[in-house]
């Protein structure tokens, strides 16, 4: 038995599963470790049952539906006869710009900054409560977010495919979050650019974000403001420093009544925030979860066969606090010796880590996570 498959099975010994709702009408699937095919197709009729099969089997990844059917062990999907299913959020941190330029660290807290934004959309514009929602870390680079809510479970593909695209801003129209009114001044009309701080919806958030944005950027020093403002995609420093010089507190608190200057400056800095406030759910070239109404998730309370982690759940008010890299571990610390295959930088269990190449001992909870990721190996 391997190194990993042997750690598995210590803790699906006495495993902490957090089990879904009607769990026997669920499809379950498994990945054993040397196994490239999924196992798939089967149910259990008991909790007990779900527990002996991880102990016997010892599986690397496990999955279970988000759909509910009739005859969830059947062998395809027609047969399984679709009742309902879950509507999940799943965000990856693979599916953020440049993902693969971050640590695994780094990668971490950039998609809990996801989930924040995901959880602000489906609390403030959709109206779910926080006892609704349920997340879990997923055991890997990201989070899952699950809909407890009766109302959602008959939702096809199309209408869950619409919530994707709302928060993902995909299909966003401008000239719906920001106007332009014409004011007629005697034998002259001006044009004026409005905003809604006070709406719901993208409206009133672009206009929230616009003003918070002009607010910073009017308190920072010179330099570092046009700095701010030239990251931003079509505003060179020209138009950066005219834009900071003018904000003057005339001008802010215009802005603040949701009244833009009919500038270009000021137009261009709309699209970008766009992007900013939006959800980074999927990648152009990956269809998205929430859409899938038979989609395969990672069972909470399993581990994550590329990590060693636990896919944990994740109270809605402490998700600053939490840290993958100490609250989803649940290996210890006896000393393992491993053969480090690249040097790695790592903090795991509030440590920090800086290992170079070569046989080292490191605490097992490391030594799992590194050997999961085919960052070292058992000499």
Same mark, same amino acid.
């Given at each position: 038995?391997?190194?990993?498959?042997?750690?598995?099975?210590?803790?699906?010994?006495?495993?902490?599963?957090?089990?879904?709702?009607?769990?026997?009408?669920?499809?379950?699937?498994?990945?054993?470790?040397?196994?490239?095919?999924?196992?798939?197709?089967?149910?259990?009729?008991?909790?007990?049952?779900?527990?002996?099969?991880?102990?016997?089997?010892?599986?690397?990844?496990?999955?279970?539906?988000?759909?509910?059917?009739?005859?969830?062990?059947?062998?395809?999907?027609?047969?399984?006869?679709?009742?309902?299913?879950?509507?999940?959020?799943?965000?990856?941190?693979?599916?953020?710009?440049?993902?693969?330029?971050?640590? $695994?660290?780094?990668?971490? =807290? #950039?998609?809990? /900054?996801?989930? @924040? &934004?995901?959880?602000?959309?489906?609390?403030?514009? +959709?109206?779910?409560?926080?006892?609704?929602?349920?997340?879990?870390?997923?055991?890997?680079?990201?989070?899952?977010?699950?809909?407890?809510?009766?109302?959602?479970?008959?939702?096809?593909?199309?209408?869950?495919?619409?919530?994707?695209?709302?928060?993902?801003?995909?299909?966003?129209?401008?000239?719906?979050?920001?106007?332009?009114?014409?004011?007629?001044?005697?034998?002259?009309?001006?044009?004026?650019?409005?905003?809604?701080?006070?709406?719901?919806?993208?409206?009133?958030?672009?206009?929230?974000?616009?003003?918070?944005?002009?607010?910073?950027?009017?308190?920072?020093?010179?330099?570092?403001?046009?700095?701010?403002?030239?990251?931003?995609?079509?505003?060179?420093?020209?138009?950066?420093?005219?834009? $900071?010089?003018?904000?003057? =507190? #005339?001008?802010? /608190?215009?802005? @603040? &009544?949701?009244?833009?200057?009919?500038?270009?400056? +000021?137009?261009?800095?709309?699209?970008?925030?766009?992007?900013?406030?939006?959800?980074?759910?999927?990648?152009?070239?990956?269809?998205?979860?929430?859409?899938?109404?038979?989609?395969?998730?990672?069972?909470?309370?399993?581990?994550?066969?590329?990590?060693?982690?636990?896919?944990?759940?994740?109270?809605?008010?402490?998700?600053?606090?939490?840290?993958?890299?100490?609250?989803?571990?649940?290996?210890?610390?006896?000393?393992?010796?491993?053969?480090?295959?690249?040097?790695?930088?790592?903090?795991?269990?509030?440590?920090?880590?800086?290992?170079?190449?070569?046989?080292?001992?490191?605490?097992?909870?490391?030594?799992?996570?590194?050997?999961?990721?085919?960052?070292?190996?058992?000499?």
């Amino acid at each position: 038995m391997s190194f990993l498959k042997r750690k598995f099975y210590s803790y699906y010994l006495q495993p902490r599963i957090d089990f879904p709702n009607r769990f026997d009408r669920r499809e379950y699937a498994f990945i054993l470790f040397n196994e490239d095919t999924m196992r798939r197709h089967l149910s259990f009729s008991s909790k007990e049952d779900i527990i002996s099969y991880l102990k016997a089997n010892v599986p690397a990844h496990v999955y279970y539906s988000s759909a509910y059917y009739r005859y969830p062990s059947a062998e395809t999907m027609k047969e399984k006869e679709w009742m309902a299913a879950d509507l999940i959020f799943d965000l990856d941190a693979d599916h953020l710009p440049q993902a693969n330029k971050l640590s $695994y660290e780094e990668a971490l =807290e #950039e998609v809990k /900054k996801e989930l @924040e &934004k995901l959880l602000s959309f489906l609390t403030d514009d +959709f109206g779910f409560n926080k006892n609704e929602i349920k997340i879990y870390f997923s055991g890997g680079r990201g989070y899952h977010c699950h809909i407890n809510n009766e109302k959602v479970l008959d939702l096809g593909s199309q209408e869950r495919r619409e919530i994707v695209d709302y928060i993902t801003a995909r299909g966003l129209e401008m000239h719906n979050i920001i106007a332009e009114r014409s004011i007629s001044m005697g034998k002259f009309t001006d044009k004026t650019v409005e905003i809604y701080p006070g709406k719901g919806g993208w409206q009133g958030r672009m206009a929230r974000e616009i003003i918070n944005f002009f607010k910073q950027i009017k308190e920072m020093e010179k330099e570092k403001a046009i700095n701010e403002l030239i990251k931003i995609e079509g505003i060179g420093r020209k138009t950066a420093e005219s834009l $900071y010089n003018a904000l003057t =507190e #005339e001008r802010m /608190k215009r802005i @603040e &009544k949701g009244m833009l200057d009919q500038s270009t400056e +000021f137009k261009k800095i709309a699209k970008p925030l766009v992007a900013k406030l939006a959800v980074a759910l999927h990648s152009e070239a990956d269809e998205p979860v929430t859409a899938d109404v038979k989609r395969l998730i990672r069972l909470p309370g399993s581990l994550h066969g590329k990590t060693g982690l636990r896919v944990t759940r994740v109270n809605i008010d402490e998700i600053n606090e939490f840290n993958p890299l100490r609250d989803a571990v649940v290996f210890g610390d006896e000393m393992v010796k491993v053969d480090i295959i690249q040097p790695i930088e790592i903090t795991m269990m509030e440590n920090r880590f800086k290992l170079k190449k070569g046989i080292i001992c490191i605490p097992e909870y490391l030594a799992v996570f590194l050997v999961a990721r085919n960052l070292a190996k058992l000499p």
